[in-house]
C-alpha cells in the first residue's frame, strides 16, 4: 500500500465508496514507483464530472477543465484534480483532440496517455494497472511512447518535446523507435505555440541529462531555435578543434548550477561572433539576440532581462584585476548579475581544455571578494551611500546630471579605499573634488 497524503486518501476512499473506480496516475505514479516524493497527484476515475460533483457535493467544487473531463476539489483546504475516464477522438489541430467522450474502462484513459512512464494507473483495491511495460520502463530508466511514437506524437506535437524533457529531468534514455521517431517528425514542433515550447525548454534545460539530450537532439533545437543552428559545425576561436561551438555551449551548461537564468544565460551566452565585429559590438549584438529569442519564446520580461544582464556582462575580464577591480566590477553589473557572471565564467571555463583551468582561482577569489562585500554591506551601489542628492545639492550644485556623477564618484572613493561611507567625511571628500573641477 502506497503511503498517500491524507486529502488523497479521503478522495479515493470516498469516490471508491459511492461505487466508482477511483486511481491515481502520471506523474505521483511515477515518481512513488521510482521512490521519490511525489508533488502532484492526478486521480482519475468512472465518475463522471456531475458525478464527481455529486459525491462531493459538501466540499468546495472548482469546474477546472469541466468539458476535458476535470473538476478541482477542496479537501481540508488542498485542491485535488479529479479527471473523468476519457477517449480521445482523431487530433486534427496537431495538439488537441478534436472531442473528448467519457468512459468506464481505465484502460481507455491509459491509451490516451503520452508515454509508457506516464501510463500506469494505481488503485487502493486493485494495484497497478499497467497495460504498456512502464512498471519495467521505469525499473529500467527507458523512455517509450504508448503505442507508435509516429502517431502519438502525429496526434499531439508536444509529446515530441515531453519525450526529451522526461529524458533529461529522469536521466531515462529514449528508446529507439520514439527516438528515431523524434528526428523524423521534428518538424511537428514548429507548430506547437511558444508558451508550451518554453515551459518544457525550461524544464529540459534544467534537468540532469540535459548534455545528453541537447546533443542528441540538437536537430530539434536548431529548429526551436534557429539562432544556435550556425553553432553547429562552427570552429570555435581559442579552441582545440576538438568540437564545435554548440557543443561547447553544450558543456558550458552543464557545468552550470540548474537554475534556468544560468542556464538560458549558457545556452544563448556565446551566439557566434559576427565577423569583423569588435568586442563591444559583439557583445551588444549576442544581448540582442538573446532578447529575441527569448521574448519569441515568450518568455517573461524580469527574466530575460536577468539572463541579458549577465550575457552583457559575460565578457568583462575578471582574471587577474584586484579586490577592487571587482568591486567595481560588482558594482557596476549589480551584485546579483556579478555573482551569476563568474558562475557562467567559471562554467566557460571549465568547458574549456584544463589548460585554462588555472584561471577558475582568480574567479573563486572575485566570488569571495563580492560575497564579502555583500554581507558586511559594502557600499557598491549609490544607493548605499552615507549621502544623497539632496546633500550634493545643498553643497551648491545645480539639479542635474552632475548630482549622479558625483555621487559615482563618491561611491568610487568608497570602493577604492579612499574615502569611508560615512556623512562628514563623504561630503568633505566631494566638496574637495568640486573645488578641483
Ligand atoms: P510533472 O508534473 O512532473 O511534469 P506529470 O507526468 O504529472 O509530470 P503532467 O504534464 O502534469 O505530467 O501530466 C499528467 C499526466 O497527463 C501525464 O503523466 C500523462 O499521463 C498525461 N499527459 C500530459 N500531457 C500529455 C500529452 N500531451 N499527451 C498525452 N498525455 C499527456
Ligand atoms: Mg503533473
Keep these: 500500500m502506497l503511503d498517500l497524503p491524507d486529502e488523497i486518501n479521503y478522495t479515493l476512499d470516498r469516490l471508491y465508496d459511492s461505487g466508482y473506480e477511483a486511481y491515481l496516475v502520471g506523474g505521483a505514479v511515477r515518481d512513488m514507483l521510482m521512490h521519490k516524493p511525489a508533488h502532484d497527484y492526478d486521480i482519475t476515475t468512472s465518475a463522471i464530472p456531475s458525478e464527481v ?25 488542498t485542491p485535488v484534480e479529479i479527471t473523468s475516464f476519457r477517449r480521445e477522438s482523431a487530433y486534427s489541430d496537431g495538439r488537441h483532440p478534436d472531442s473528448v467522450t467519457f468512459s468506464k474502462d481505465v484502460r481507455d484513459d491509459l491509451c490516451r496517455r503520452d508515454l509508457t512512464i ?18 519495467s520502463d521505469i525499473e529500467n530508466r ?7 511514437p509516429d502517431e502519438r506524437f502525429a496526434e499531439d506535437h508536444l509529446r515530441l518535446l515531453r519525450a526529451m524533457r522526461f529524458s533529461s529531468v529522469l536521466g531515462f534514455t529514449i528508446e529507439e523507435q520514439t527516438k528515431q521517431s523524434i528526428h523524423r517528425n521534428k518538424k511537428y514542433i514548429q507548430t506547437v505555440s511558444y508558451e508550451r515550447v518554453f515551459s518544457e525548454l525550461c524544464k529540459l534545460l534544467c534537468g540532469e541529462n ?5 546533443l542528441e537532439y540538437s536537430d530539434v533545437i536548431f529548429l526551436l531555435i534557429p539562432e544556435l543552428a550556425v553553432q553547429h559545425g562552427c570552429e570555435r576561436e581559442y579552441g582545440d578543434g576538438g568540437y564545435d561551438l554548440y557543443t561547447h555551449t ?3 551548461i552543464s557545468y552550470t548550477e540548474p537554475l534556468l537564468h544560468l542556464r538560458l544565460a549558457a545556452l544563448l551566452h556565446d551566439t557566434v561572433k559576427p565577423s569583423g565585429a569588435n ?14 529569442v527569448l521574448t519569441r519564446l515568450r518568455c517573461s520580461a524580469a527574466l530575460t532581462d536577468t539572463v541579458c544582464r549577465i550575457i552583457r556582462y559575460c565578457d568583462a575580464d575578471i582574471n587577474g584585476i584586484d579586490k577592487v577591480g571587482v568591486k567595481r566590477f560588482a558594482s557596476k553589473a549589480g551584485i546579483k548579475t556579478a555573482k551569476d557572471v563568474i558562475k557562467l565564467k567559471r562554467a566557460d571555463i571549465l568547458s574549456e581544455d584544463p589548460r585554462y583551468y588555472s584561471r577558475l582561482n582568480d574567479l ?4 569571495d571578494v563580492i560575497c564579502e562585500a555583500e ?6 551601489n549609490v544607493r548605499d551611500l552615507a549621502v544623497n542628492g539632496g546633500d550634493i545639492i545643498s553643497l551648491g550644485v545645480k539639479r542635474g546630471p552632475l548630482v549622479g556623477e558625483l555621487l559615482r564618484y563618491a561611491l568610487d572613493g568608497v570602493i577604492s579605499g579612499e574615502v569611508c561611507n560615512e556623512r562628514g567625511p563623504l561630503l568633505e571628500f566631494i566638496a574637495a573634488h568640486i573645488k578641483v573641477k
Design 210 to 214: 540535459a548534455k545528453q539530450i541537447l
Design 375 to 380: 554581507e558586511n554591506g559594502v557600499a557598491l
Design 53 to 77: 460533483e455529486r459525491v462531493f457535493s459538501s466540499h468546495r467544487v472548482v469546474e477546472t477543465g469541466i468539458r476535458h473531463g476535470t473538476v478541482t476539489v477542496i479537501v481540508n483546504g
Design 142 to 148: 527507458i523512455i517509450r511512447c504508448v503505442g507508435s
Design 279 to 292: 568586442a563591444a559590438d559583439t557583445v551588444r549584438i549576442r544581448d540582442t539576440v538573446a532578447a529575441n
Design 118 to 135: 506516464n501510463a500506469v494507473a494505481y488503485s487502493k483495491q486493485k494495484g497497478y494497472v499497467d497495460l504498456f511495460g512502464g512498471i
Design 364 to 367: 573563486n577569489t572575485a566570488l
Design 250 to 252: 553544450v558543456n558550458c
